[in-house]
């Protein structure tokens, strides 16, 4: 399965934010909107964040949205996985897993990044089950209420 990460654009993010997961994981993952949004104001930890937003697509139509941040003076990871959001009508067929694993390989190209984090609700199993298989252990530690995982790329 190839899974296309593009940028999000003037041309494509009306599309994007139409993306939604299904009614009973609202609460696990924030809105394309406000992602797209928070990534032109993004946050500070430790340092300023460059985050950066995409869309998922699957044989040109959207699937999904995806960002990160990058931060090469944070002192435990480098890169931080801050969405990951399959549509509802596409969830459960591989897309999720294919975009993390295209995108892991690109931050292990990058011989800045050491670690990348990521985090989610404490029950989102499905989410705890995938990044377990990409190599991500979580630290026991808790960020703004989420479990925080982290993979170590060298």
């Known amino acids: 399965m190839t899974v296309e990460i593009c940028p999000v654009t003037t041309d494509n993010w009306r599309r994007l934010v139409k993306l939604k ?12 909107l406000f992602s797209i949004a928070e990534a032109q104001f993004g ?37 931080f996985i801050i969405r990951l959001m399959i549509d509802e009508q596409f969830q459960g067929q591989g897309y999720g897993k294919a975009a993390m694993k295209l995108l892991l390989d690109t931050f292990r190209a990058d011989e800045k990044l050491k670690a990348v984090g990521i985090s989610y609700e404490p029950h989102n199993e499905v989410a705890r089950r995938l990044y377990a298989a990409l190599g991500f252990v979580e630290t026991g530690e808790m960020l703004d209420e989420e479990t925080l995982a982290v993979a170590i790329l060298r």
């Open 43 to 79: 946050f500070e930890d430790e340092g300023e964040w460059k985050l950066s937003p995409f869309g998922l697509y699957f044989n040109h139509e959207p699937v999904g949205f995806l960002m990160y941040g990058l931060n090469y003076g944070h002192s435990r990871f480098q890169a």
């Open 21 to 32: 997961v299904r009614d009973d994981q609202q609460n696990f993952v924030a809105s394309n």
